[in-house]
């Protein structure tokens, strides 16, 4: 059996359909479907009796992943899977995959789309026009400007190249440069405090882990050039929200702009609120039409190699898809 949790797919929809022809009964159980059934994220796992489960971005614990014993591979729709206790999917035996690059065109675009929003002030003009006014402040070209990337991965690189087709200086940091990438675009790579100092923009392209956890903290913030942004489509963690807010409260930055934040829903009684300067969008940057069918049939491709015996293509846990024996 096949549990499917992922909040935007369908009974009858392409991902289905390609298990079903594959050989594999299916059932939904999305958050929207558990509320309706009281049924929580493992009695769902343990009803289903699920061989694997297509997941999006519930907390997959060591509880939820040791409610099947039969339980064979969590297959994450999107490239990020700080959601799944790997340790304890490796411990039972469970491939962890997901799907990286699938929505790395979306993401770019979103944060282009942040920072013309930031740089032209654009939802808070529309916002005065909305409430009667008319005012016309002066806003900024990005050409000319430097955006300093963080995280010169799949969508590092494709925000890389947006910004250079844009007319702006681009630097970069990661700590894996991928030199033909640095000759044929053109960007600079710098250390991370060079970036922070001479970026009119950063934008965060990072995985959450130990190393980067409030990476962006108070004297990261300090670094950034007066008058920047901040740009985080990442994760949340990765940016000290508490010393955003207190630099933000400083003008030590012209504004922010995240489509993640540490607690999602960004809390009522976040400071971030507070700040006309800050823009936050609810965790839209890769939801597209096409980057979710992506990632999502790539997602079932995945849960159908490993229950057929064959690795999958992109497997977070190496050595536990192998031991896997075929399942129908």
Request: proline share 4%; hydrophobic share 45%; glycine share 10%.
């Amino acid at each position: 059996m096949v549990l499917v949790t992922t909040a935007y797919l369908e009974p009858d929809g392409e991902v289905d359909r390609l298990l079903r022809e594959a050989g594999f009964r299916t059932v939904f159980a999305r958050a929207a479907d558990r509320r309706a059934s009281e049924r929580s994220l493992p009695a769902a796992v343990t009803r289903a009796k699920a061989s694997a489960i297509v997941a999006g971005t519930d907390a997959f614990t060591a509880e939820v992943l040791g409610a099947s014993p039969g339980l064979r591979v969590v297959a994450r729709c999107g490239a990020g899977y700080d959601n799944v206790d790997v340790a304890a999917a490796t411990r039972h035996g469970i491939a962890v995959t997901h799907t990286p690059g699938a929505n790395r065109q979306s993401v770019a675009e979103h944060v282009l789309g942040l920072m013309v929003s930031c740089a032209r002030g654009i939802p808070q003009n529309v916002a005065e026009v909305r409430a009667g006014g008319w005012s016309q402040p002066s806003g900024r070209e990005l050409a000319g400007a430097t955006l300093g990337v963080v995280g010169l991965g799949s969508i590092g690189r494709a925000v890389a190249r947006l910004g250079r087709a844009l007319g702006m200086r681009v630097v970069g940091h990661d700590p894996q440069l991928d030199a033909a990438f640095l000759k044929e675009t053109g960007v600079v790579a710098l250390a991370l405090h060079e970036v922070l100092a001479e970026a009119d923009f950063v934008t965060l392209h990072l995985a959450l882990d130990a190393s980067t956890r409030h990476l962006i903290d108070g004297a990261a913030l300090r670094r950034m050039r007066p008058g920047a942004y901040l740009i985080n489509t990442a994760r949340g963690g990765i940016v000290d929200e508490e010393a955003l807010a207190d630099a933000l409260a400083g003008g030590l930055l012209a504004g922010a702009a995240l489509d993640v934040t540490e607690q999602e829903p960004l809390p009522a009684d976040s400071r971030l609120r507070a700040f006309d300067n800050v823009l936050v969008t609810g965790h839209i940057a890769g939801a597209t039409v096409q980057a979710r069918a992506r990632s999502s049939v790539l997602a079932a491709r995945q849960v159908i190699d490993v229950l057929s015996g064959r690795p999958p293509a992109h497997l977070v846990n190496p050595g536990c898809a192998a031991a896997h024996a075929e399942v129908r």
